[in-house]
């Protein structure tokens, strides 16, 4: 150490503590410190700043072994100091990074920019700022700016956003800021032109295809021509030189008057043309009685339309010609479409419960005992005919043939849940006695979603059932001869009709007829006609696209009791049960049908939807045990259309 780097070393540690706490100061008298140090150790360069200014500083390894000199010819403050060591840690490739309060580490450059924040710690502290452009293309900019940045600072572009992040000196900064100003001016010219010969929407045509063929993708996506069909203008919008250019070229397109062009074949991308014809008839006789009002030219229109080319033929002057353009251009929209969705559920629960005693006595043959039986209707097995069928000495039998027999057999066999008797016969006494007991519960659950996608304002109906046979008449000739039957078929299965009305802000107004049937079966067993169950709903509602709402059900409980008894026996406590057979069932249906409206707007919207409904049928496919590699649907998709899968 010299002896100027003693005598600045000693008169820094005699002015150190005075210097604490003058952070706030600009007098003068706070400006009392020399800085005087002659390639020395910016280590102890670093010790005598911590003095001074009260901050502790986290030194980086590879400080070491640097060397720096630093002079100052008048006193400075306390933060003038710190600025004197940032700048001296700048030069030697380093930067101090705010650790916490009265803290920081002096790290290399290249480990600063990682750290750099958006707030402001000096002028030689790094800092990270955000740069919206509002004109100019942020690539381009970034290419611009990269120039002006530190060798350690950093510039990276967003596309999407159109944004500038910037890493730098904090003392860089300002002249940053200023070039992406001065480039990201507006320089563009906006120019509106009526045109007098040649239709708007021509001449926007002609001027982008100029631009878009005539140079740099930059220049063509700069220049913008919009036409105004009400008022035959055209606004364009670009940079002097390429607004210059297309002045010109309009005002050489426009100066020569027009041929009168009075006929036109426009084809329909959308519409259907026989639907557009009568309107344009309309327009083109309201614009020619006009015309006939006021003087004017009244040569008629003529309007026709080629069906299997789908196009208009127009043969008028060439101001109704131009009006019937534009009604068709308005009228020739894509027009979106609805995926209607309906959720029909159907829950029933049936309980019944039966319980019933019957008894007989009576005598045969000879017999004096008399003759005494209980029996119910809603009893099984019947109870007179397994009696016959023991009795061998009834009056119906023919020879070997009992009729009993037959019919105790057919009653036993319908026999259901438990029945427990007892029967015989005693010499000529005939006795039995039957206890029949059973519960049933049945659970139903019927659940469909038919669906279908139709256009807006389209009419769709969907229908998947069967067409059943039913006799309506039958006629006999004379004497029983020619006999024939007319026979009508009912539509049964599930059925959707619906019509759907697109609002503006994706409200779907719905028509709908929803209609559920089955068969319910025969009337009687005595005849063919047929009973049918039948759940319908017609009315409309109003839904967003995507909502699921209920649009009507039915929730109905039926309780039935049933008894049969033997008057005034069947009354008595306790004992009365041996005179009575009780039934009870109880039937509860749930019904509810909802609906969920999709608007489908584009191309894909419509895919979503598809591979939607193909990957749950693609999924039951393989739900079903399929082990293939390759699934059949797919396959099967793939060798018919020679398309790949709608999910793929």
């Known amino acids: 150490m010299n002896f100027r780097f003693g005598l600045s070393a000693v008169l820094l540690a005699t002015t150190a503590l005075p210097a604490f706490g003058l952070a706030g100061e600009t007098t003068p008298q706070a400006a009392r410190h020399v800085l005087n140090f002659d390639d020395v150790e910016l280590s102890s360069l670093i010790a005598d700043v911590s003095i001074v200014t009260g901050y502790t500083f986290i030194v980086h390894p590879d400080v070491r072994g640097k060397r720096v000199t630093v002079t100052s010819s008048t006193p400075l403050t306390r933060e003038g100091v710190f600025e004197v060591f940032l700048s001296t840690l700048r030069v030697q490739g380093f930067t101090a990074v705010p650790a916490g309060k009265n803290t920081y580490r002096i790290i290399p450059e290249q480990s600063a920019v990682s750290e750099a924040g958006t707030r402001s710690s000096g002028a030689n502290s790094f800092v990270t700022e955000i740069i919206h452009l509002n004109n100019f293309n942020a690539l381009e900019a970034a290419q611009m700016v990269k120039p002006l940045v530190d060798a350690q600072g950093q510039v990276i572009a967003n596309p999407r956003s159109n944004t500038l992040v910037v890493v730098d000196y904090e003392s860089n900064m300002p002249r940053i800021r200023q070039l992406v100003a001065g480039i990201d001016e507006d320089r563009t010219r906006t120019e509106t032109i009526g045109l007098k010969n040649i239709p708007s929407g021509e001449m926007e045509s002609i001027l982008m295809a100029l631009q878009k063929n005539g140079g740099e993708d930059s220049v063509a996506s700069s220049f913008q021509a919009i036409a105004s069909q009400t008022g035959n203008s055209i606004v364009i919008r670009g940079d002097d030189v390429t607004v210059d250019r297309a002045l010109k070229v309009i005002e050489q397109l426009d100066a020569t008057d027009r041929v009168e062009d009075t006929l036109r074949v426009i084809s329909l991308k959308n519409a259907d043309a026989s639907e557009i014809v009568p309107i344009l008839e309309k327009v083109a006789g309201a614009m020619a009685f006009r015309r006939a009002e006021t003087g004017g030219d009244v040569t008629p229109s003529t309007i026709a339309f080629h069906a299997p080319t789908n196009s208009i033929v127009i043969n008028a002057p060439s101001e109704t010609l131009l009006t019937l353009e534009r009604v068709i251009q308005d009228l020739d929209k894509r027009r979106a479409q609805v995926l209607v969705e309906a959720i029909i559920v159907e829950m029933s629960d049936d309980t019944a419960r039966e319980l019933g005693l019957q008894f007989?006595?009576?005598?045969?043959?000879?017999?004096?005992?008399?003759?005494?039986?209980?029996?119910?209707?809603?009893?099984?097995?019947?109870?007179?005919?397994?009696?016959?069928?023991?009795?061998?000495?009834?009056?119906?039998?023919?020879?070997?043939?009992?009729?009993?027999?037959?019919?105790?057999?057919?009653?036993?066999?319908?026999?259901?849940?438990?029945?427990?008797?007892?029967?015989?016969?005693?010499?000529?006494?005939?006795?039995?006695?039957?206890?029949?007991?059973?519960?049933?519960?049945?659970?139903?659950?019927?659940?469909?979603?038919?669906?279908?996608?139709?256009?807006?304002?389209?009419?769709?109906?969907?229908?998947?059932?069967?067409?059943?046979?039913?006799?309506?008449?039958?006629?006999?000739?004379?004497?029983?001869?020619?006999?024939?039957?007319?026979?009508?078929?009912?539509?049964?299965?599930?059925?959707?009709?619906?019509?759907?009305?697109?609002?503006?802000?994706?409200?779907?107004?719905?028509?709908?007829?929803?209609?559920?049937?089955?068969?319910?079966?025969?009337?009687?067993?005595?005849?063919?006609?047929?009973?049918?169950?039948?759940?319908?709903?017609?009315?409309?509602?109003?839904?967003?696209?995507?909502?699921?709402?209920?649009?009507?059900?039915?929730?109905?409980?039926?309780?039935?009791?049933?008894?049969?008894?033997?008057?005034?026996?069947?009354?008595?406590p306790v004992a009365g049960r041996l005179f009575r057979s009780e039934g009870k069932s109880t039937k509860r249906t749930n019904l509810m049908v909802f609906i969920r409206p999709t608007v489908i707007r584009d191309r894909q919207s419509a895919r979503d939807v598809t591979a939607r409904s193909y990957r749950f049928v693609r999924a039951e496919e393989l739900w079903n045990g399929k082990d293939d590699k390759v699934n059949?649907?797919?396959?099967?998709?793939?060798?018919?259309l020679g398309s790949p899968p709608p999910q793929q």
């Open 632 to 640: 059949s649907l797919d396959a099967f998709v793939s060798q018919v």
């Open 360 to 572: 007989l006595l009576s005598g045969t043959g000879n017999s004096t005992v008399p003759f005494a039986s209980t029996n119910y209707s809603r009893s099984a097995p019947n109870l007179l005919a397994l009696a016959g069928a023991i009795a061998g000495d009834t009056p119906f039998n023919t020879g070997d043939s009992n009729p009993f027999a037959t019919s105790a057999v057919t009653s036993l066999l319908g026999l259901t849940g438990l029945s427990v008797g007892i029967g015989g016969q005693d010499g000529d006494t005939l006795f039995g006695a039957i206890l029949t007991a059973v519960e049933s519960d049945t659970n139903s659950r019927v659940l469909s979603k038919p669906f279908n996608m139709t256009l807006d304002n389209g009419t769709s109906s969907l229908l998947v059932g069967q067409e059943v046979p039913i006799i309506t008449g039958s006629v006999l000739g004379n004497d029983n001869t020619n006999p024939f039957q007319t026979v009508d078929r009912k539509e049964i299965g599930v059925r959707l009709d619906v019509t759907p009305r697109i609002s503006s802000d994706d409200a779907v107004r719905l028509e709908i007829n929803q209609e559920v049937s089955s068969i319910a079966g025969a009337i009687s067993t005595a005849t063919s006609d047929l009973i049918f169950n039948k759940r319908q709903i017609t009315t409309d509602v109003l839904a967003d696209s995507g909502e699921i709402i209920v649009i009507g059900g039915l929730i109905q409980q039926s309780d039935t009791i049933a008894n049969e008894k033997v008057p005034i026996l069947g009354d008595v």
